[in-house]
Each structure stands twice: as C-alpha cells, then as structure tokens.
C-alpha cells in the first residue's frame, strides 16, 4: 500500500514538472515563429524598431523579454535576431528553477530582394 502511493506521488511530481514545462515551451515556440515572420517581414523597419515589436509581441505570448533580450542586426540582405531570458518554472510544488531559453533566427530580408 505504501509502495503504491510512493508510485503515485513520483507519477504525480513527473506530471506536474512536464505541465509546467510544457506552459513554458509552448509559449516560447509560438514566439520563435513570431519573431522569424516579423524579421523575414521587416520591410524598412530598423534595427530598433523591430527589437521594440519583438519585445512587444513577447508580451502578446506571455514570454518574459526584455529590449536587453533581443539583440538584432543586419547583414547585407540577411537579418539576425538573438533571443535569450530566463523563465521561473515551478518543478515542483515550492520548488522553482530559473530555466534558460535562447534561440537565433537568420532569415532573408524579403523586401531587400526587390
């Protein structure tokens, strides 16, 4: 009887810990893909200007990011856009770890090839 609870009680933690994994990744994808169409579809925005619509559209996604996250630059037709923060993510219950996400996307600047 007591082997089994001991069984649930790990099942349970396993669980818990991926649930609030997977909150934390979903959110993070759906910003990676964010960012590639934003930067891909720049136009003749600068380098700042898209850094300030990337941080805005980490908040639409719940993605805690910072203008000093986000680092972009441009090379020739190519636009890079840098992401690393870092996200609580409560593994347990009481036990929070402070997880590291990060990320590159180089896309080709669309309107360059006009």
């Given at each position: 009887m007591?082997?089994?609870?001991?069984?649930?009680?790990?099942?349970?933690?396993?669980?818990?810990?991926?649930?609030?994994?997977?909150?934390?990744?979903?959110?993070?994808?759906?910003?990676?893909?964010?960012?590639?169409?934003?930067?891909?579809?720049?136009?003749?925005?600068?380098?700042?200007?898209?850094?300030?619509?990337l941080?805005?559209?980490?908040?639409?996604?719940?993605?805690?990011?910072?203008?000093?996250?986000?680092?972009?630059?441009?090379?020739?037709?190519?636009?890079?856009?840098?992401?690393?923060?870092?996200?609580?993510?409560?593994?347990?219950?009481?036990?929070?770890?402070?997880?590291?996400?990060?990320?590159?996307?180089?896309?080709?600047?669309?309107?360059?090839?006009?």
């Amino acid at each position: 009887m007591i082997r089994t609870l001991l069984k649930l009680a790990i099942v349970a933690l396993v669980a818990n810990a991926l649930w609030h994994l997977f909150g934390a990744y979903s959110p993070n994808y759906k910003f990676q893909d964010g960012v590639q169409y934003s930067a891909q579809n720049r136009g003749q925005m600068s380098d700042e200007a898209l850094r300030d619509k990337l941080v805005e559209l980490a908040g639409q996604f719940d993605v805690p990011v910072t203008a000093n996250d986000v680092v972009v630059t441009q090379q020739r037709n190519h636009t890079i856009v840098d992401v690393a923060y870092t996200r609580p993510i409560e593994l347990a219950p009481g036990f929070t770890y402070p997880w590291k996400f990060s990320f590159r996307v180089d896309v080709l600047n669309l309107s360059a090839l006009k």
